[in-house]
């Protein structure tokens, strides 16, 4: 651990910020949220939307919001603060850091529901590998029927649910309370290179065997007529998402960036890299719905039926399957400590208390809200706590608080931050720590200033009232 001699901790070098902050983005929302959104979104006017997204609006949101942490050296409410005082801005400004506070909360408290079908899975794969051994693909001689019920069955299983999802959280808790460079950090830079040579390795695989034809078009066939409001809204939600954006996440990690980290780089590779994962899970996902007939709008289960079905086919299937979801699992671990860091950070800080005793709070608001989010898919289906709000009437309690955060605490986080940095922020202080020049730096401030608030107010009052 390096102090900066505030107490505070940093990164131990430059490529283990780059690693920590891209294994905070790449997690579940590629895998798990980024297709689901494109099935339930209708496939390609969502997809190309959202990567005008990524480019025009989450990339300059997100230096916006790892230069505001790296000047504040501390938790998102205070770094904004800071930000604000050295701009003789009112300190009111630490709003955005407090709101996405809260809203990582929220966040991790639905994100370690699904980081426990992650578990389970592994457990099924586990299971397998013993039973079949090395022969042949996963789940021999079982009907591919048996496979895709899988996911129903765990989904039916309210006592299960609650289980596994208390059980990552734990595993979350365990790893933020040891503190940034001895927990965080290792599981990035060890485990983030190796996930990301077995996904491609998967992807090429599907490429040969399943309907990639099919998919391709499902994917990318631009269809201007299906871009309603809504389905921008949703487009831009998931940008946010995958880069942990709006909600304090990145502001937190960017605190512990070094001076001589370049910040512009550094957006530049994290987007580059959670937009690649995304499109990857894209490419190894639908070619297996279409192949097997899944329903595209299948949902928060889509990931978790469709995968398992190319292991069956595929040789060392079992094998492969459980590596698979082990890296899933490290990939959604990494991003599931950022969620619980960004709100860990801000209590200990404010509060002055030791890390693991903020820690513990935090996971047990997390676990509270976390069962209702485990018990949406079984004993509480019924329940729908924003009826009263037409995008959101049929919505569960885990479906939302995926909505709210993704389509509201995001997209609005956003704009402040972008009025903020753009705006308010000194703009030599800006200047000296977002590591552009010329040209680049030119169009990074309009977008800032002009384009992303301007474009999301739109976006969210169609996708809202539209
Ligand atoms: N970006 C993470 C993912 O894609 C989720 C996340 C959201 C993490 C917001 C931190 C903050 O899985």
Known sequence: MAATGKGHENWSSRSAFILAAVGSAVGLGNMWRFPAEAGENGGGAFVLFYIFCVLLIGLPVLLSEVLIGRHGQANAQESVRK????????EGWGIIGSMGVFAAFL????????????????????GDLF?????????EGRDPEEIKGLMPGLFGNGGLMVGLNLGFLAITVFFVARGVSSGIEWVAVYLMPLFFLLFLAITIYGAFTGNFGEAVAYL????????????????????????????????????????????????????????????????????????????????????????????????????????????????????????????????FEKFNLPRPVGTAIVGLGAAVLGVLSALSFNDMADFRPLAFIPIFAEANFFDALDGV???????????????????????????????????????????????????????LYFGLFG
């Open 405 to 459: 955060t993704a389509k509201l605490f995001m997209p609005i986080g956003a704009i402040l931050t972008c009025i903020f940095v753009g705006w308010i922020a000194d703009a030599k202080l800006i200047d000296d720590e977002n590591g552009l020049d010329g040209a680049l730096h030119q169009i990074w401030r309009a977008l800032v200033r002009y384009v992303c608030p301007i474009i999301l107010a739109v976006i």
């Open 83 to 90: 930000v604000a005082r050295d701009s003789n801005a009112s």
């Open 220 to 347: 990318f066939t631009f269809d201007f007529s299906k871009l309603t409001g809504e389905v921008m809204l949703a487009a831009v939600g998931q940008a946010f998402f995958s880069l942990s954006l709006g909600v304090a996440g990145m502001m937190t990690y960017g605190a512990y960036a070094n001076r001589d980290t370049n910040l512009g780089e550094t957006s530049g590779i994290i987007a580059g890299a959670d937009t690649g994962v995304a499109l990857l899970a894209g490419l190894a996902i639908f070619p297996i719905v279409f192949a097997a007939g899944l329903a595209t709008n299948a949902g928060p289960g889509l990931m978790f039926e469709s995968l398992p079905l190319a292991f069956q086919a595929m040789p060392l299937g079992s094998l492969i399957g459980l590596a698979f979801f082990t890296m899933v699992f490290f990939a959604a671990l990494t991003s599931s400590v950022s969620l619980l860091e960004a709100p860990t950070a801000w209590m």
């Open 131 to 139: 039973q079949t051994g090395l022969s042949g693909g996963a789940f």
């Open 107 to 126: 966040i991790l408290s639905f994100y370690c529901v699904v980081g426990g079908w992650v578990v389970y899975y592994i457990g099924v794969f586990l």
